[in-house]
């Protein structure tokens, strides 16, 4: 393992060559055809959703959408979702209870969307409304964390019965410079914020609230793609096995038992 500081971990998580979650779909799965709109109001492009194969198993993949430049950042808000993305995700979960495929969702966003307008179509309730639509779906339930885990952006997309995070990935209740500004009123001390916050894959996986590390390859994902996806691979492979193995009630009730633990 590299011997990175936290906030190192954070720039890495952040870096605009790290894979998106379209790349994850394209080199892990087959057959995607993506679903659109929450049928309540729109259709958030900060939020994909959509069916496919995973080695001829049918799914159900979600995931946060980031750009890679100014414009591309600017058409998926920044990855940072809206009530209307969430929405859309219960409704896709909902279908893959009603199928009985897995979900696995694709996490990277910095938090969801802060505006006003989010606030006032009920942004807090959608997040909370995912929670309780994922704590009792009766199909698997894997995340993975590729990038940034920001909040309930992300939260909303973690509840599940198998947490995955990769080497670089940050998952957290807000950014450094966020709980720098708070604690101490001063966003330049986020370096300082990243150390004490327990934000990397390391501590998650301490804390029990991360299942599991894919390590990334040297060099970073960036430079050598097909070696982290096959690692990738490898691990929801296991994971659905497992999970698939085990009927309705034992799942729910290890799910259940997962997060009384928190």
């Known amino acids: 393992m590299s011997a990175m500081t936290a906030h190192e971990r954070v720039k890495a998580a952040r870096a605009p060559d790290r894979p998106r979650v379209r790349a994850y779909i394209a080199d892990l799965f087959d057959d995607f055809f993506e679903t659109h709109g929450d049928r309540l109001a729109g259709d958030d492009a900060a939020l994909l959703c959509g069916v496919a194969t995973f080695e001829g198993r049918p799914v159900t993949v979600a995931g946060n959408v980031k750009g890679i430049d100014l ?24 279908q893959a209870e009603k199928f009985r495929r897995p979900l696995v969702t694709f996490i990277d966003t910095p938090g969801a ?15 909370a409304r995912c929670l309780f639509e994922l704590s009792g779906l009766k199909t698997p339930i894997i995340a993975v964390l590729t990038g940034e885990g920001g909040s309930g952006g992300a939260l909303a997309l973690g509840l599940a ?16 410079e966020g709980f720098a500004s708070i604690l101490w009123k001063d966003a330049s001390r986020a370096e300082e914020a990243a150390g004490v916050m327990k934000l990397t894959a390391e501590d998650l996986l301490a804390f029990g609230m991360a299942d599991e590390i894919v390590r ?3 060099g970073g994902v960036a ?14 492979r296991r994971t659905l096995d497992e999970l698939c193995a085990l009927d309705t009630q034992t799942l729910l009730a290890q799910r259940y038992e997962k997060y009384r633990k928190f």
């Open 71 to 94: 414009d591309s950042n600017l058409a998926v808000n920044f990855g940072m979702a809206g009530p209307d993305g969430y929405r859309k995700l219960q409704r896709a979960a909902r």
């Open 113 to 127: 969307s802060p505006t006003a307008s989010a606030e006032e179509r009920g942004q807090g309730e959608a997040i």
């Open 161 to 176: 019965d198998r947490v995955i995070m990769l080497e670089n990935s940050v998952y957290s209740v807000l950014s450094p």
């Open 216 to 218: 990334e390859p040297p």
């Open 223 to 236: 430079a050598n793609r097909t070696a982290l996806m096959r690692a990738l691979r490898g691990v929801l």
